[in-house]
């Protein structure tokens, strides 16, 4: 059978033709003609084309390769001279750091020389003794104490127990629970009083050439401050676990320097978190088991100390509102803590009689034992002081003013602290030695001793028979960090300012605040440590700046590193922060002193000089 499919494969196989041998038909010869010949002329530009571009992109490649061989080689450029030694390194960052010193410092009146030698070599030391914690300034010698303006502002709460600052906001607390947020105005300076008499002298002349209509007088300028928000607890909410606001006193409060948080402690084992600005609670922290005594903030952050009736100190992080880690050591209270710049803390143990400095890093702490005496005068002596004053009735008394209790510390620099005892002595403290370095003992002078009827229990005592005079306490400290002011409170009618001494071994007086002369100034005899006072005790109250106990004292410093002065702001109450202990007339409240700089002595062609405190001439002989 002869198919397809029986065929061999041999077969199957088509044979070409051969077109060369055979002629062209018709249908040919006109495709070679016409659309073969249009196609060939076409494929010729076309082609020519092709190899135009394929040229094209070789060199573009070409290109690229040179671009990226010179990237490479401006990028292996910096890299050599990115790898710098560490002593290159260092000295490229110090002439960036003297560049933007330059920059900020003002350079009239001062030739580029004596800037260079004088103002950048002090802010250099300045720097350093900043990083490194050492006082560097001196600035007590530079401001006027006596003469400082005193502003009251109160509201209608019970005794003012503690006061924080964040300029230009006061944040006072009370022990009625309440939290009351102020605003401080800012002082007119000298120099804008300069310029305004200045304008005020260039408007008369014009006013004179051409008569003006009167215009309103301007407002009064304020100088209370505004009290913005107020927030109060309710004791009733005691059981009330919900409840976001204190149940007991507030004893304490505290600002951060960023001006995001308030926190408050109180005799309710509360420490509530605010924020800042509509004082809205943020957080509550329950885990103290005894009354919130004492906050403070880490310079330049916003990690917390807070001390508790519970012997503890616990920190917390309020970037995270969350605790980090409890202190323990003290046997007794922990009435106050004070922190600075570096991750360390100092705490007072009451009447453990001990301040103890915490190393957080470490986790070790330094103790310094106080309980002292109250600076080592002789009985002889002591009672001559007390018989000048009128404190005793010629009879001997022996007294000694044990310290009994430590109440109160503030840092100087990160190896400098102060405390303040029951006994009314304020010791100085140093890292390197377990002893006060040095004690003003009795401060802020004696309390009379108590009457007959007042010291015995008889119907009809015997007239021999009264009390001892005691020291006031010390219940208020403060310092500016870093310098050596020292201002110290009690129920006396002054804040104290102290001054420590260069080689930081004595506490040196200075005067008080806001007297304006009125105050008899007392005079500590360095030999035996005898202080006496002058007058009696209704004249210094009639004369007294500060009405009341000082139960908290807060300062801060007015423009750039101080230069326009001081501003200090003081709680005041009618008792003690703790207890009903004493009880002293006065005004539930605050008070702002604000405290100016010194104005140099002008020298004069004809030989005077110009007193800037007095504006007297002063003709030397």
Known sequence: ??????????????????????????????????SNALKTTKSKPARAARDDSISGSGSEGDEDRGKASAQDAESSSDSGSEEETGAQRRL??????????????????????EIDRDLIAERLKEDVAATKGKSYRHITSSLNFSPASKTAFRADTQTTTSIAVCPPYIYTVSKDMSLIKWELPTPTLPSQTQLETK?????????????????????????????LLYIRGNKNETHNSKYEHHTAPILTVAASEDGKYVATGGAD???????????????????????????????????????????????????ELGYMETLFGHQDEVVDVAALAMERCVSVGARDRTARLWKVVEESQLVFRGGGGGGGASEKRRHDAQK????????????????????????????TFITGSDNGGISLWSLH????????????????????????????????????????????????????????????????????????????????????GEHQEKSVNGSDGVIETGGTQDNAEERAAVTGVVNDIEVFERGDRGKDGLCVVVATGKEHRFGRWKTVKGRNGAVVFEVTKKVPEVPKSNGATLNGNTSEMAIES
Not at 92 to 113: C, H, P, S, W
């Open 1 to 34: 059978m002869s198919s397809f499919f029986t065929t061999p494969a041999s077969q199957k196989k088509r044979k070409r033709q051969d077109t060369s041998a055979a002629p062209p038909s018709k249908r040919q010869r006109n495709t070679i003609d016409g």
């Open 92 to 113: 490229r960052l110090a002439e960036q750091y003297l560049e933007n010193i330059k920059g900020g410092v003002e350079t009239v009146g001062f030739d580029a020389e």
């Open 199 to 227: 304008k005020k002298k260039k408007k008369k002349k014009k006013k004179k050439e051409k008569k003006e209509p009167p215009k309103q007088p301007a407002p009064p300028i304020r100088r209370r401050p505004t009290k």
């Open 269 to 319: 084992k509360r420490l509530i978190i605010w924020s800042a600005s509509d004082l809205k609670p943020l957080r509550i922290f329950t885990q103290h088991r005894d009354a919130v005594t004492g906050l403070a903030f880490r310079k330049g952050t916003n990690q917390l100390y807070s001390s508790s009736k519970d012997r503890t100190i616990k920190i917390w992080s309020l970037d």
């Open 388 to 415: 000048e004053n009128g404190l005793t009735n010629g009879e001997p008394r022996i007294s000694s003013y044990v310290e009994g209790s430590i109440d109160r510390v503030a840092m100087i620099d990160e190896e």
């Open 433 to 516: 030695k377990k002893k006060p370095v040095f004690t003003v003992p009795t401060a802020h002078g004696l309390d009379p001793p108590l009457t007959p009827e007042e010291a015995s229990a008889e119907a009809e005592p015997d007239p021999k028979v009264s009390g001892e005079p005691q020291p006031r306490w010390i219940t208020a400290l403060a310092t500016v960090p870093y310098s050596d002011m020292i201002l110290s409170g009690s129920w006396d009618g002054w804040v104290r300012v102290w001054r420590v001494s260069g080689d930081k071994k004595r506490i040196e007086e200075v005067g008080v605040l806001g007297s304006n």
